[in-house]
């Protein structure tokens, strides 16, 4: 018996081709697959990869310069408000403290009037006149007479509460005023720290954009110029004041110093001083004196030559007169109280001519006595000088440095790179 025919729809022979087109389409698929390399995968993966690392690099450098141009710009806004307030402060210094010293003048008089209206306008016994018959009687001793009750102008009183009112408030207004100025002072205090740092700033941070503005550039290296001018002479004229202070505190202890021991030796050997101690007092007692004298003239020399040491690199500020007193004392020194002592304590044989020699002595030490007083004025005046000098001159150099500011921050107006 034979088979059934498979059905028609099935096309079993044609599907056998089919069969062998789709393998032949997977092999080849393979083939295909198989044939590209798979580092190519990889490259367009890493280039992929490296595109968008570039992008977010070039986004976070672009973020951190601007967060950085932000920051720098608080900061340097922070750092000028702080330098801005104690240059005003510096400023505001001087009018403060001429109006506390007028205040305080008003304030002492104010009080002074008080004082005196109080003591006029105390209260007084008005007494009441006596009787006849008591003027004629008479009174005892122990018998106080009557009186009336305590009286006070009117007037006086409107004055006292007037004056009163006065002092009141010009003592609350010099307790503010000195309040002020002790602010100030702190502010003042830090105007240089508070300079060199937004100086600092400025030179290491990023230039700013209106420094490139035509004829801004110029205008401030010509500034920068002049204030570098004025730095310099205030540092100077500081030098100056300083030297001259150290050589007036030593100019003063030696003129101490030779007045004791010229004290010491004209009670010894003057004839106008220390008579009575000349003849009651022994011989130890003398040469003891003479001793303590020539102590004090050498104590006197090496203030003096402390003086001549710090005061030599700036002798040009002295007046010639004071130069020359400086000369005659540097040649005769200060320790004739020493010379003295040896006059009289040497071991030599006393002769007829000690006592010339020891009123010349005295003469000497007169005469250098003088040109060490005239001196030691000289140098305190020539210090005061100079503190004026160091004070214009730190006035100076703020109105530069002031300019140079306001043009490094255009005024203020612009204050991010």
Known sequence: MAPFPPPAHLNLGASRPRSQTDGSRQSSSSASVSSTP???????????KKSYSLSSGASVRSNLSTSTSRSFG???SEAYNKWKAADEAAQALASLESETTDCEQELTTAKKMLQNLRTESRPRIAKRKPSLLQSIIGKSKNESAPHLPMQIAPDATAELVEASITVYEL???SHELTNRIEETQQLVAVLDDCYTALRGMLDNGPLLSWQFDQGNEGAIAKSEKTAAAREAA?????VTTDALKRARAFIQSAHHHYNQAMDLVEGMCSPTRGTWTSILGDEQSKEQTYKEAGSWAERAQVCFNECLRVLTPHLDVLQQTEKDAFEELQTSGLLQAIQMYKLMYGGKALNFGITQQVELMLRKQLAVFSMLTDLAVGIQNCTKDC???QQR???QRDAARR???????????????
């Open 38 to 48: 798979p580092s190519s995968f990889v490259q367009s993966d890493l280039a992929r």
């Open 74 to 76: 608080q900061s340097l």
């Open 171 to 173: 003592e609350r207004r």
């Open 234 to 238: 205030y540092d100077h004229s500081v």
């Open 387 to 389: 503190e004026d000098v």
């Open 393 to 395: 001159g730190r006035m």
């Open 403 to 417: 300019q140079v500011i306001s043009l490094w921050m255009n005024d203020g107006k612009h204050l991010t790179a």
